[in-house]
Nanobody, 115 residues
Framework: QVQLVESGGGLVQSGGSLRLSCVASGIDFSQNYMAWYRQRPGKPRDAIAG????????DYAGSVKGRFTVSRDNAKSTLYLQMTNLKPDDTAVYYC????????WGQGTQVTVSS
């Protein structure tokens, strides 16, 4: 069974940094394009960063490009998101999943950025 467990969120001041992690099980992690998604209050869940299975290709939403960096460790079945220069508009629940996503999602990790 697919399981996605996100961690690393928290409360941070504007301009601060956080590093999120996502451990995947029940899937062949190394064979999947993986992505980070977020759901801001009152808005749909959107993909914000993705990485190819061989970590050679990345893609970012315009709103996070230059501030967020996605990486992965296939040996650990773990996806990471380094977030810098955080803004209040980055406040959201962050999820990882493959792209396109499985129907099943993890619990996500809450990131709150105070101004």
């Amino acid at each position: 069974q697919v399981q996605l467990v996100e961690s690393g969120g928290g409360l941070v001041q504007s301009g601060g940094s956080l590093r999120l992690s996502c451990v995947a099980s029940g899937i062949d992690f190394s064979q999947n394009y993986m992505a980070w998604y977020r759901q801001r209050p009152g808005k749909p869940r959107d993909a914000i960063a993705g990485m190819s299975k061989d970590d050679k290709l990345t893609d970012y939403a315009g709103s996070v490009k230059g501030r967020f960096t996605v990486s992965r460790d296939n040996a650990k079945s773990t996806l990471y998101l380094q977030m810098t220069n955080l803004k209040p508009d980055d406040t959201a629940v962050y999820y990882c999943n493959r792209a396109p996503p499985f129907d099943l999602w993890g619990q996500g990790t809450q990131v709150t950025v105070s101004s």
